[in-house]
């Protein structure tokens, strides 16, 4: 397998960077437009934004490092959040209570995530392959929205479920439901907007590739002319 370069790198970076911000922070629930939604919300659009645009240079092969790196950062976060919380805290420092509060539940929204991610990403390498199949590579902005709307759903599903079934007494079947749809309906519309920065960003991730054959065609064509 071709080894990961440098502009891999940062989306690599850029990747795990927003899954670890969007499940940190996802306890705190905000509004956006009269929806309320977690503002682990903003975390996540990126990410489904650079798998697309591997998969559509790379190929689905290496975007599965880009998930199984996301999975074992969130492995990593919840283990230290665990321990963390689980060690006594200074008792000359009251606000220690209040941050263990937070990163406890920080905790169950990173395991939320973990089963989310890990189903919803699965699913998406696999939908943007099969339609870039059927398509015969045509139409990525296609692809992009297709793949992406429906990941986004199974995601806010399981991961809204998980996360904040019984959270608090109000938060029952019932309105984990209501948030799910309008949830779904956001990611939506950052779906859509996405769609002119994955064009732009295969532009971008896909120019290496043609200037790394180009280069080594002419150490092949130079290396023959020498000998």
């Known amino acids: ?3 990961i370069d440098y502009k891999i790198q940062l989306l690599l970076t850029m990747f795990v960077s927003s899954l670890l911000l969007g499940n940190l922070l996802g306890s705190k629930l905000i509004e ?3 929806i ?3 503002v682990g919300l903003l975390g996540y659009p990126p990410t489904f934004l650079i798998t697309d645009i591997v998969e559509e240079v790379r190929g689905k092969e290496v975007t599965k490092i880009f998930v199984h790196a996301g999975f074992l950062a969130l492995c990593i976060a919840a283990f230290f ?4 919380t689980g060690l006594p805290p200074s008792p000359y420092i009251r606000i220690m209570r209040l941050i263990i509060t937070f990163f406890s539940s920080s ?3 990173i395991l939320a995530s973990m089963i989310a991610f890990t189903i919803s990403q699965h699913y998406d390498i696999w939908a943007f392959n099969f339609w870039k199949k059927k398509t015969n590579g045509k139409y990525l902005w ?6 992406t709307i429906v990941s986004q759903l199974l995601d806010s599903i399981i991961f809204t479920f998980i ?3 019984h959270a608090t007494p109000e938060l029952g079947a019932v309105s984990i439901f209501y948030m799910v749809l309008p949830l779904w309906a956001l990611k939506i519309i950052f779906a859509l907007l ?5 064009y732009l960003g295969v532009r971008w991730l896909a120019s290496e590739d043609v200037k790394e054959v180009s280069s080594h065609e002419e150490n092949r064509e130079t290396g023959l002319v020498k000998s």
Do not use: E, H, Q
């Not at 296609?142 to 793949?147: C, D, E, F, I, Y």
């Not at 996405?194 to 994955?198: A, G, L, Q, S």
């Open 1 to 3: 397998m071709k080894p």
């Open 32 to 34: 956006i437009f009269g």
């Open 36 to 38: 309320v939604t977690s």
């Open 81 to 84: 959040v665990f321990v963390s």
């Open 107 to 109: 905790l169950r929204i």
């Open 142 to 147: 296609l692809r992009n929205n297709l793949s």
């Open 163 to 165: 996360a904040f079934y």
């Open 194 to 198: 996405d769609t002119p920065f994955v």
